[in-house]
């Protein structure tokens, strides 16, 4: 610091200028007070910063050095980007994780570079930072808002716990596509559900005070529709219309604006035609000035440079050109910036009013997370040792992860088990696996630290349990990684044999089938979304000795598991639940907890009926169920319907609904009441779900739309009346120009534990 205002009297700049930057009196609690502060903080510094030094700011860098040693200088890359770092071109860098690390790099940036501006470090904290937590997926099967914000916070206190401030989540891409893989990374297929999750995600990360010890920087990605791969291919084209645009993609980014969120990423796909990353319509137009988003927007890894194979830009120099006109702030390891912008600047391509702006959005964010007031404040490695891993985290990712788990079926009560006097095998590689439940964005996690399906069954002393693998998932000669592809064993059923011994001899059969961990993801996508390799025909196998299985599903992505659907009398959707997964499935199979997780994505009976959701738009020949004349939107192999609907799950009791009333209120608000009932034995939570249908519009408009949730927790026969109030904001939809409007007219109401309820009634909006 001290050598900032040397600088400073060397360039003749005054000192009362450069101590407005570095000035902590002026902290203040009053909110808008301290982002005033945090304004002229930001205008003062960037008035001392030369061309070069802002350029420096948008320049994100991996850290893949061991940043407490010499650096590598066989590395070239490695000593250019210390090269760069030494001389204040860098502003980010990502990957580097653990006290020790970040606070050598903070350091070179703090105490080596001419103004001493500290560097914000980013990393993908998707699920869970070292304590790692249900994928995210699964926990928005759990629609339980608080549960997931605390998930967020707790990831957000343990990742800022190891010198970290920024997290890359959460994503709030809508996908309809079960074969993308990173469907596991997102909340599913609903704008409002998804919105609802992201800001509750946000504000777990961010909570009140950005500057706290304890929170992080948020960051929505991927702007926009990478959810919409074609043909479900990651980084694949994404082709739609504007209204799916603003009324799907658009909502939960905008949610998420709303409630503060401090930064976004663009995407790696092309959104008709023009790359996300070069898409000034995007990031200008709507972002930034519609939505007055004043954080900052970070390039995808390379997307900067994708833009060159895509066809959009001719050069690094071209594209470098259209990712900042555009409105990328931040150049995540393209090196495009670093190497190119000061020309463009000086050539008039590109004006440095824009460096300004991009260069002021990044240094807010690093005021707003205190970093100026002490760059080691998330640096105390007493306290990394005291908060990684604390048991408190691990006791809520399991009331998370069983939050999360979905009931799909269950005949004859087969579930839950029965405490004593089993015999039960457990069957499948996954059901020991204590590793694939972490899911693929276990980046600080450790291997073999889930608890697996045997473990925990194994706590249950009643029963005799035996465990047969029957077959692997992944062969034994296949990298596993989180770089290389998989290999997926097709062949190998020599463990059959004994598993069905075991299965023979056994009351009821756990078998527990489903995705390796690394079969989701980034770059994860699957052209099948059946149970992978031999587990099928395992399956098969056993039902042909034993009917009374359970079938323990863990995935990424829903799986088309028709033939099980019809075959097997339970089933239970566990997806990958993180460190405590064993554990939560446990106590889930016994009954020790009455599952309440609804589908957050339809599955599809088979992957030909993709994209397929529950809020589609009436085609002109929708009916003919049944019929012989071929007339009418259908398939003629599959049904039209899919597997398991959105907003579905069963529980160990049962559920009804009734009374639903509706009344128009002043202000064109709409009250909707209905009683719930648990109809069934023992106690139990329902996720009730109100749908609205607006049945003639401007536009065409979905069969039904989620637009209000309510949990509710009841004994054996008691009776809840719960409300529903639906707004403007509920109740009107964006035209295919953009405008939001709310059309009178007749709407429908659907009320239930479902999509596919069919309890409804109407209104006219006036
Ligand atoms: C992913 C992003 C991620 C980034 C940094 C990219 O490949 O698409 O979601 O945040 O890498 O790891």
Redesign the pocket.
Known sequence: MRKAILICLILGISCKESKNYLNTSQKNTNVSVASLNIERRVDSLLKLMTLEEKIGQMNQYNGFWDATGPIPKSDNQAALKYEHLKNGLVGSM??VKGVKQVKALQKIAVEETRLGIPLIF?F?VIHGYKTIGPIPLAEAASWDLEAIKKAAQNAAEETAASGINWT?AP?VDISRDARWGRVM?GAGEDPYLGSKIGVARVNGFQGDDLASPKTIAA?A??FAAYGYAEAGRDYNTADIGTSTLYNVVFPPFKAVTEAGVRTF?NA?NLLNDVPATGNEFLQRDVLKNEWNFNGFVVS??GSIAEMIPHGYAKDIKHAAELAANAGSDMD?ESSAYVMELANLVKEGKVEEKLIDDAVKRILRVKFELGLFDDPYRYCNEENEKVVIGKNEFHEDALDMAKKSIVLLKNENNLLPLKKEHQKIAVIGALANDKTSPLGSWRLAGDDGTAVSVVEGLQQYKGNILTYAKGADVVSPDSKVTFVNELKINETDTSGFPEAIKVAKASDVVVMVLGEHGYQSG?ARSRANIDLPGVQQELLEAIYKVNKNIVLVLTNGRPLAITWADKHIPAIVEAWQLGVQSGNAIAQVLYGDYNPSGKLPMTFPRSVGQIPIYYNYKNTGRPYGENSDVVFWSHYSDESNQPLYPFGYGLSYTTFSYKNLEIKTLAGREVKVSVDVTNTGTIKGKEVSQLYIQDKFASIARPVKELKGFEMVVLEPNETKTIEFILTEKELGFYTNKGAFVVESGVFNVFVGGSSNTTLSSEFTLE
Do not use: A, I, T
């Open positions: 990502l990957n980013g993908d890359f994503m990374e960051c990605k991927h990423m790696f995808d890894w995540m980034e």
